[in-house]
């Protein structure tokens, strides 16, 4: 179940980290300026550039994500088969989601990046 790049926890306490980018507007999320005196300004949102989109496209698909883990492990505990179909169909829908996500942003990995 491990791709190499850390187990699955850490995979998804990376997405939790990025979510948080969101939730609190860090600088990494948005900006960050150095002065030529060495000060470092903060800039802060939100934005509507291509990289603010990116990382807002990148919490809503998580978010669903998330929410599709949950409401999996309740349609196996309580089997209910036509909830198992609409599940599998927002699924399907956001897998076409995330295609046109990488087709636009591409699919690097933020945290293999120590610059990004």
């Excluded at 196996?76 to 897998?95: H, P, S």
Aim: hydrophobic share 40%.
């Amino acid at each position: 179940m491990d791709s190499g790049d850390g187990t699955v926890a850490e995979r998804e306490y990376q997405v939790y980290v990025q979510l948080c980018w969101m939730k609190h507007s860090l600088p990494k999320m948005q900006d960050m300026r150095v002065e030529s005196d060495g000060k470092v300004g903060l800039i802060f949102g939100p934005y509507s550039d291509e990289r603010s989109i990116n990382h807002a496209w990148f919490a809503m698909e998580h978010a669903g994500r998330l929410t599709e883990m949950i409401m999996g492990l309740l349609v196996a505990k309580f089997g209910d088969e036509e909830l198992a179909k609409t599940l599998n169909g927002l699924t399907q829908v956001r897998d076409t989601l995330r295609q046109s996500a990488i087709a636009r942003f591409g699919d690097a990995n933020p945290f293999l990046d120590p610059t990004a």
